[in-house]
């Protein structure tokens, strides 16, 4: 640096003023300590200020007291944040009559019969008129975690357990509609085991499995009956709900004239971040769970009974409305039905549903309105304990991501832990939106405008959101969700309403499905940078023809093995051919080693001669792995992309044992006796829940290559060298134990084809008695030259 400032010194000669490196990094050091000095300085000024002029907690409590307990001169449906400038206070409807209360109803579209014109079973719900669930009918998309008996979803979870399920919905397709319980009947029992209620339900459930025929005991009427049900395996719930979360789809009043949710949010921000810099905490602050569910005080769109106005299996229409403001709020829901011509096409586009919304001015006075739209939660966490997402940023992935994309371009990704902690950009506007919502491994729930003019702004603020509560240890697969505020639209009375229709895609992540016209989402497969795209994506094709041949993704991983190392097999004989040169020339290393120990240039150049009059490359050997490395590469994230390979078996589904090649193979459980850091699957030791067998194979295998191949140490160093590899194998083992078993299967078949073709390759000759020969070839020439000189 020193020098630096003198070359850059008008009429400076830069050689006079040359500084000593001693003195050069005395500086050095001094300028470090002064930066360091000076950000503490900076620090701890920042620190005293704070707890030498605090804020007051008595003006705090007074201000959120003063908003949470409103002044009884003010209006019910006012927030004491803003003035109205240009309009009075908004009146009370008195002429209007206000909703009924109504009881909850259960509303289900669809069918979870593969066999009906459907592609899901949606099931919906009047509370906050929110979608409930979404199950895919098609039978390759079943959980890969719950594998007992399915009966069907007949109640809420947060039915009281008492003496019976009471029965509230039964959705067409499945077992339960196919063994004739209706709605309104009350569930005792499962062959020998009561039923309390809907938890005790699913208890007596996990006791079961698939194809299991069961007694149900019912009460129908006051008159007891059985019915008999042959359960199936378990749909994928693509939308589900989860624990106390808010429910999906989820609507609120952001804007009333005046009247604004975000300055009440932003005040309460405020006095929470003062609080916390009073409190000495340097994290950011997080929005609370509660914060999320906020509405205009005396409205509760998102957790009363809306009126159910008409419903049948295509459509359900809910309404609210709203006589202090002068509103009617309108959602519908419609199902795509699948033409029969067409059932046979799994790319038919039919896994959405069309959802609008629709707000009416039934008042005398005009208003300015604005909603606010949660969109789908409660994607599925499958395999939270081993999945890995491929992320398009470098702050890595979650289980199920916030993403947006504008006018057809690239989609952006938040992961689950940055919108858990709060750590997202301002909101977007709507520019061209093309679609918004959450992305999981392999299945997707976005929101798709429609409408005609794509540059028509339906939105002011787009932006994700954490539904619920977070768990610190948890936050990769946070229930994440995204937020969409309309832009505020003046609504006369009786004039037109402001209505939009979205369709909400929610299925799998298959490319020939997305890249459909009626969705344009083909960029949500993303198998990462362009150099890896490029090797997976021919490589998962490869796979789904040798799959179409075989009809078993193992078996096609195998003959994909079998095809790379046959074509392979000239180089690999070259390695062993080359390696075993090398072991022949380890006498003669050793002595130029010896020869130019204090001269390593000279060393360097003797070896280099060695090896070229040998006609021998040192780099050969490394071909095969370069060879190998992209079709690694490439099966890895196919395993981790591609939908066709998930709950794909190794031999048949009926067992659990490599039951789905993108996931470890899961021989038996251990979780009864193995501690919790290991169960949970975190961090390097996390081995997870399962003991799984074909990793350790994988490492037997490698070692046993090892040994074969690598030539006996010849010294110390080499001895030193191999040990270590031994201990690097047991690391890879703790690696390699959470790995796709379709990865293991690639792995092991090719480690047992390297074994058996060092076979059929020649052997080499040992060391020290091709070290022996060339001594006694020299014992011999000196023996032959004196007997010549003799004679």
């Not at 939105?459 to 954490?466: A, D, Q, R, S, V």
């Not at 074909?694 to 046993?704: G, H």
Request: charged share 25%; aromatic share 8%.
């Amino acid at each position: 640096m020193a020098i630096f400032t003198a070359a850059m010194e008008p009429g400076v000669d830069a050689g006079a003023k040359q500084v000593s490196p001693e003195r050069y990094k005395r500086m050095e050091r001094r300028f470090v300590l002064f930066l360091v000095l000076s950000f503490a300085i900076l620090l701890g000024y920042s620190a005293l200020m704070q707890r030498l002029n605090p804020p007051k907690p008595q003006q705090q409590a007074a201000a959120r007291k003063e908003r949470e307990q409103p002044s009884a001169k003010k209006p019910k449906a006012e927030i004491p944040v803003e003035k109205p400038r240009d309009k009075p206070a908004p009146e009370i409807k008195a002429a209007i009559e206000p909703e009924p209360e109504q009881p909850e109803q259960w509303v289900t579209l669809g069918s979870a019969d593969h066999k009906d014109p459907f592609r899901m079973l949606v099931t919906l719900t009047t509370k906050g008129a929110a979608l409930a669930r979404i199950e895919l009918n098609d039978p390759r998309y079943c959980d890969i975690d719950e594998r007992y008996g399915y009966l069907g979803h007949l109640a809420s979870m947060s039915d009281h357990e008492g003496n019976g399920c009471l029965v509230r919905f039964v959705g067409r397709g499945t077992p339960a509609a196919e063994a004739g319980l209706k709605p309104g009947d009350v569930l005792k029992a499962i062959d020998a085991s009561p039923v309390s209620g809907p938890k005790s339900l699913e208890a007596v459930l996990r006791g079961t499995r698939p194809g299991q025929k069961v007694q149900l005991s019912i009460v129908r009427d006051g008159k007891p009956s059985t019915l008999t049900a042959k359960l199936r395996r378990r749909p994928l719930d693509v939308v589900r709900p989860e624990g106390d979360d808010p429910l999906s789809m989820l609507l609120t009043l952001q804007r009333f004239d005046d009247l604004r949710i975000d300055h009440q949010e932003k005040e309460e921000e405020k006095e929470d971040a003062a609080a916390a810099e009073n409190n000495g905490r340097k994290d950011a602050i997080r929005p609370r769970h509660e914060a999320v569910s906020r509405e205009l005080d005396g409205l509760k769109l998102r957790t009363a009974n809306w009126r159910l106005v008409e419903s049948d299996q295509l459509y359900a229409t809910f309404s609210r409305k709203l006589p202090e403001m002068g509103l009617e709020i309108t959602k519908t829901y419609r199902l795509i039905v699948v033409p029969e011509q067409s059932m046979a096409d799994k790319n038919y586009p039919a896994y959405h549903l069309e959802f609008e919304v629709e707000i009416r001015n039934i008042g005398n006075q005009s208003h300015e309105v604005a909603y606010r739209l949660d969109g789908p939660n409660g994607l599925p966490t499958e395999g939270k304990w081993y999945a890995y997402k491929v992320s398009r940023n470098w702050g890595g992935s979650g289980l199920r991501d916030f993403i947006i994309s504008f006018d057809g371009g690239t989609p952006g990704m938040i992961n689950a832990t940055a919108v858990a902690d709060g750590d997202v950009p301002p909101p977007w506007p709507d520019e061209s939106l093309s679609f918004i919502g959450v992305d999981a491994q392999y299945f997707s729930a976005v929101l798709i405008p429609h409408r005609k003019n794509r540059a028509e702004a339906w939105f002011e603020e787009l932006t994700p959101i954490c539904v619920g509560k977070v768990d610190p240890k948890q936050k990769n697969w946070a229930n994440t969700s995204c937020r969409l505020t309309s832009v505020p639209t003046t609504l006369e009375p009786n004039g037109p309403p402001l209505r939009h229709i979205m369709k909400l895609f929610a299925g799998p992540k298959r490319p020939s499905l997305l890249a459909n016209k009626e969705y344009r989402l083909d960029e949500l497969v993303y198998y990462g940078w362009p150099i890896f795209a490029a090797v997976a994506v021919p490589l998962t094709k490869l796979l789904h023809v040798l799959y179409a041949v075989t009809f078993n993704y193992g078996l096609a991983i195998i003959l994909l093995t079998v095809l790379i190392r046959g074509c392979m097999f000239p180089l690999s004989r070259k390695q062993v051919i080359g390696a075993q040169k090398m072991q022949q020339l380890q006498p003669e290393i050793k002595k130029i080693q010896e020869q130019h120990k204090k001269n390593p240039e000279a060393r360097t150049k003797a070896q280099q001669e060695l090896f070229r009059k040998h006609n021998y490359n040192p780099l050969s050997g490394c071909l095969p792995i370069f060879i190998q490395m992209p079709v690694f590469i490439g099966l890895y994230r196919a395993l981790m992309v591609d939908i066709e390979l998930r709950d794909a078996p190794l031999l048949s589904n009926a067992i659990r044992w490599c039951s789905n090649l993108a996931a470890p193979d899961m021989l038996f459980d251990w979780s009864g006796f193995m501690p919790a850091w290991v169960n949970d699957g975190q961090g390097i030791f996390g081995l997870g829940p399962y003991f799984n067998l074909l990793p350790i194979l994988t490492i037997v295998l490698f070692i046993a290559q090892q040994k074969m191949f690598m030539p006996p140490p010849t010294d110390e160093q080499s001895a030193m060298q191999q040990k270590i590899m031994q201990y690097m194998m047991i690391f890879m083992g703790l690696l390699f134990f959470k790995v796709a078993s379709g990865l293991c299967i690639y792995f092991i078949a090719s480690s047992l084809w390297g074994l058996g073709e060092r076979q059929f390759l020649p052997k080499a000759a040992p060391v020290a008695a091709a070290a022996e020969t060339r001594a006694q070839a020299k014992a011999h020439a000196r023996q032959t030259a004196a007997k010549t000189k003799k004679s």
